[in-house]
């Protein structure tokens, strides 16, 4: 990628000052060049978003497979010099993740959660708002009944998910954080003619949660980073947000579990051998979360 972004001409002429002309690049290579650069860069975006320490990962997992299974499947209708690779990688990605593709192709199949087939991924797409359901909407092998009904399971399931996680009997007000007792003189008693409160309240049932969401989804363009948004309105779905937890928890790769341990290398080297595990656990964490 660096090469191609170097002006040829000055390149080839400065290989000739040095006497390597034989290391001149021809205009065929060039052109191959860019794009093996243009077929990569969309998994090096992917795989630096997958393997973010800080952010979210895993609800971009189902998006991003998509979006480069269109993007190969479109590229080898283009390609000149990459054909043979770009067939590979789009028959690799589609046996990586025939889970996914599987579960969105409504097969009656079983689906291995080995092969990314778990609902975990799809949820947590649905369930980070920059994501929602666009993923569904924007894909062109899909008709339209068939997005409405991944739409309808998918809705489904976490209805489902969120009551497993919910006690029965429980009410939403012990969901959400609770005032102290002592909260110093009370309020004096609302007018009978005081005008009504324009705060929104909290949707009462599961039901109002999801729908309200939903509403969210379709409404709002421009969504909070996926934190943010969940942490802005933990109170107004007391209910989903420990669906949210749960899922939005679960790292996309196992990038930053393997930094952790690089950390650990570092630390405890042969001078350090007689350091305690408790010493050792407590130093990989101030590491971890030094910013």
């Known amino acids: 990628m660096s090469v191609t972004g170097l002006d040829i001409a000055k390149l080839n002429s400065f290989l000739e000052e040095r006497d390597v002309e ?79 593709f599987k579960r969105l192709s ?9 092969d990314f087939g778990d609902q975990v991924y799809v949820m947590a797409a649905v369930l980070d708002p920059g994501w929602g359901f666009s993923w569904v909407d924007e894909s062109e092998e899909l008709t339209t009944d068939a997005k409405t009904k991944i739409k309808c399971d998918i809705k489904a399931q976490l209805r489902r998910e ?25 309020l004096k008693k609302a007018r009978f003619m005081s005008k009504p409160s324009k705060k929104k309240n909290c949707p009462s049932t599961l039901t109002g949660e999801l729908s309200t969401y939903y509403a969210m989804l379709e409404t709002d363009d421009d969504h909070d980073e996926c934190l943010t948004f969940w942490f802005g309105n933990r109170k107004k779905f007391p209910r989903l947000i420990q669906l949210v937890k749960k899922v939005l928890s679960i790292p996309a790769s196992s990038a930053p579990v393997e930094r952790v341990f690089s950390f650990g290398g570092i630390i405890l080297r042969p001078h350090r051998g007689r350091m305690g595990s408790n010493l050792l656990s407590s130093l990989i964490f101030l590491k971890c979360n030094a910013q």
């Open 22 to 100: 034989h290391l001149k690049l021809r205009q065929r290579e060039i052109s191959a060049l860019e794009e093996l650069t243009e077929v990569l860069a969309p998994f090096l975006e992917l795989t630096d978003m997958t393997q973010g320490q800080t952010d979210i990962t895993i609800s971009c997992v189902v998006p991003g497979v998509l979006r480069l299974h269109d993007f190969l499947s479109g590229m080898s209708q283009t390609v000149g010099y990459c054909g043979a690779m770009v067939k590979a990688l789009l028959e690799s990605l589609t046996k990586r993740f025939r889970g996914i």
């Open 106 to 114: 409504q097969e009656h199949e079983p689906v291995d959660a080995a």
């Open 162 to 186: 969120v009551e497993s996680l919910e006690p029965p009997g429980l009410d939403a007000s012990e969901l959400t954080e609770q005032p102290e007792e002592d909260q110093g003189p009370q």
